[in-house]
């Protein structure tokens, strides 16, 4: 038996239940969550409400005698309390008072063990799980893997850049380097000679090209440390690579050391763990203690500063593509960390199929999983070395949501896509985000399963949402207002279609802070411009200002009506860049608006699709042409008055929550064996997909 504390308010009410932990999840069950008035209207099908995949666990608190202390290793005394912190920024309080000793420690090293220790890779939930995992999953993913060469050769014909750069077979085998994918595209004039003689370093990998020829490179660069004459033969190879990529048909060259004009991974990782600490609140009384210096806390945090700093530097990236048909060669120590988010950036911001979701999803295939981004390290998902641990990807998708928000129109996703996207980096059903490598995953996937099964394991992909979410749920990841490209017949009508003035957007003045009204008891408005846009004197005073011929790009581009369908620039002045409001505040009840928020026009409008559904089909019947079972109506909230800016994540908290046990499961929890020791059964969730 174990009381599970409410977290909104500090007057201990909550819940008695089972805690139980698994080699994939720890889980509290208890009798209120069968409850149909409490069912959330965004169910994930594998994680409840009350379940911590153990990757998303972050750290683990025990309380004695009313102080916190960090848990790991073996405990000589157990705690009263246990308090459960997780990536996705959910706080777990579990009082172990009325809990018999022996459970206790059965629980507490039990979570720690499973969540906090090291482990080997194929000791992760996740192999367990593609041992029996379905196999029919492949057909419902359109999602370009960018693991076959054909579709390196429809990316470079998509984009026309088969002109001028080829995908090479060179590394089939992983003969040249385990880092690099199996295949890749280079520049025609690069020969495989070249590619074999340093592992791949130095050469210009190529990521995308621009509609006027101009490409976007990458390219990993030699180690530092080196003796004179290495680094003579590297740079005299360098030069000879330039040379031949600056000559015709290529445009001019531009070389870009991400390493020295971009905060470092330790930067990042500081930065972000002091900015995640705000939205980690244990209770009511600690979320209103730093309420008054809030901004101040928030400045300080440096986080902010360094989406600006990512933004501008792919601006200034578009900026050489764009007006100067410069080819850009970005260079980093490996190019999978920095080299991934402005490419990817540069991307979304330029093309425009970059900004539907199979686009989107394709990109994050072709630069993330396929690039060699280490998601083990960077996630620490092994409890390794917290040392290689950075938040890379989450800063991309905070760099994204910046651009979502400032053009809604732009995207056929939603901000609520990208929140549940960085929510799966901690869900070891997929292999999407779990390995740090091609050639890690293949070497990994073919031999015998964990059990005694053979044969390769079946990894699921992150991008068939079905196995998450039902049809319900994922209307909430498209976006109702996406401005679709026009048809080519359709094309005279672009510019007054697609386009609209700044003064649209929502004005940004600046309000008066007083001593009495802190930040989150603001009015409703008040609100939404303060916690996405109050001016912070560091970001408007910044001594790292654009060079003349950026601001001169910036500020002409931003003068002139938007096109949803061409190059986007994001708004990076101090009061443009925002705080993630979804995703960092979606478990505060403090910080929510009754009644308001972006869902509440969200809403409305996914109800009025729903009519128009309806209507659709009532008059395709009219008509006798029908499409059966094709044509669904979404059903959905429809008094939008019981939401909050918390939806669809949570509904407006219940003020009162039955805390007491039926004594009639007393005896059931007395009797339950021990399922610490016990791995999860696999359960098939394709059974009711299509």
């Known amino acids: 038996m174990v009381y599970k504390y409410i977290q909104e308010d500090g007057s201990n009410r909550g819940t008695y239940g089972k805690l139980v932990c698994t080699n994939f999840k720890i889980a509290f069950l208890d009798d209120d969550s069968a409850s149909d008035d409490n069912e959330p209207q965004f169910k994930n099908k594998i994680i409840g409400e009350n379940d911590i995949t153990l990757q998303c666990v972050d750290q683990i608190y025990g309380v004695y005698d009313e102080k916190k202390k960090l848990l790991t290793g073996q405990l000589r005394k157990y705690p009263e309390k246990l308090i459960i912190y997780c990536k996705d920024l959910r706080v777990f309080h579990f009082c172990l008072r009325y809990t018999k000793e022996e459970e206790v420690k059965r629980i507490v090293s039990g979570i720690i063990h499973h969540s906090q220790t090291p482990k080997l890779l194929k000791r992760l939930f996740l192999f367990s799980y593609a041992s029996a ?160 210096k809030w901004f101040s806390l928030l400045e300080s945090t440096n986080w902010l500063e360094i989406i600006r700093r990512v933004l501008k530097k792919a601006i200034e990236v578009a900026e050489c593509l764009e007006r100067q048909h410069t080819n850009v060669l970005l260079i980093e120590e490996s190019a999978t960390d920095l080299c991934c988010v402005i490419s990817t950036l540069v991307q979304v911001m330029m093309d425009s199929y970059s900004r539907t979701k199979l686009g989107f999803q394709s990109l994050i295939q072709k630069e993330w999983v ?50 549940v996207l960085s929510d799966s980096l901690y869900v070891p059903i997929f292999s999407t985000f779990f390995f740090n490598s091609q050639h890690q995953k293949d070497t990994n996937t073919s031999g015998e399963s964990l059990k005694t099964q053979s044969g390769p394991f079946r990894f699921l992909t992150v991008w068939d949402w079905s196995v998450q979410f039902d049809p319900k749920a994922q209307a909430f990841l498209n976006n109702p207002l996406y401005a679709e490209k026009p048809k080519p017949d359709k094309s005279q009508r672009k510019t007054t279609r697609f386009k609209h003035q700044r003064q649209l957007s929502l004005p940004l003045t600046a309000t008066k802070s007083t001593t009495k009204r802190g930040f989150f008891r603001e009015e409703t408005d008040h609100f939404i411009k303060n916690i996405l846009g109050k001016r912070i004197s560091k970001f408007i005073n910044s001594s790292d200002e654009p060079p003349n011929s950026f601001r001169e790009f910036y500020d002409s581009w931003h003068s002139k009506p938007v096109d949803y369908h061409g190059l986007l620039l994001p708004r990076i002045d101090g009061p443009e860049i925002r705080v993630w409001a979804q995703r960092y505040l979606r478990w505060i009840p403090e910080a929510q608006l009754h009644g308001g ?94």
């Open 370 to 419: 396929i690039g060699g981004h280490p998601f083990l390290d960077r996630c620490n998902h092994l409890h390794k070395s917290d040392k290689e641990e950075a938040p890379v990807f989450l800063l991309l998708l905070n760099c994204v949501w910046q651009l979502v928000q400032q053009y809604p129109p732009a995207f056929e996703f939603t901000e609520t896509y990208l929140t």
């Open 133 to 292: 995992a379905p196999n029919n999953t492949e057909a419902r993913n359109q999602t370009v893997m960018f693991d076959a060469l054909e579709d390196w050769r429809d990316e470079l014909e998509r984009t026309k850049g088969n002109v001028k750069y080829k995908a090479v077979t060179t590394n089939e085998g992983y003969r040249v380097s385990e880092k690099l994918p199996l295949y890749f595209v280079v520049p025609i004039c690069v020969s495989e000679e070249s590619i074999m003689k340093y592992e791949g370093r130095g050469i210009p990998i190529w990521c995308w090209s621009c509609h006027n020829g101009a490409a976007l490179l990458k390219m990993s660069a030699f180690p530092k440390e080196q003796d004179d004459s290495t680094s003579q033969t590297q740079k005299a190879f360098l030069d000879g690579i330039y040379k031949t990529i600056s000559k015709a048909p290529y445009e001019l060259l531009k070389t870009d050391d991400l390493s020295s004009s971009l905060p470092s991974l330790q930067d990042i990782q500081t930065a972000y763990t002091r900015f995640k600490q705000l939205f980690l609140i244990d209770n009511s009384t600690d979320f209103w203690a730093t309420d008054v």
């Open 597 to 690: 928020g972006t869902i509440a026009t969200a809403a409305k409008i996914l109800d009025l699709m729903e009519e128009v559904q309806s209507l659709q089909v009532k008059m395709d019947e009219e008509h006798s042409q029908a499409i059966s079972g094709d044509v669904r109506s979404v059903p959905l909230l429809r008094n939008s008055a019981r939401l909050s800016s918390l939806f669809p994540f949570a509904l407006l908290q219940r003020q009162s929550i039955k805390p007491a046990l039926p004594t009639s499961t007393w005896k059931d929890l007395e009797d339950e064996d021990d399922l610490v020791k016990r791995d999860d059964e696999f359960v098939d969730l394709s059974g009711d997909m299509p």
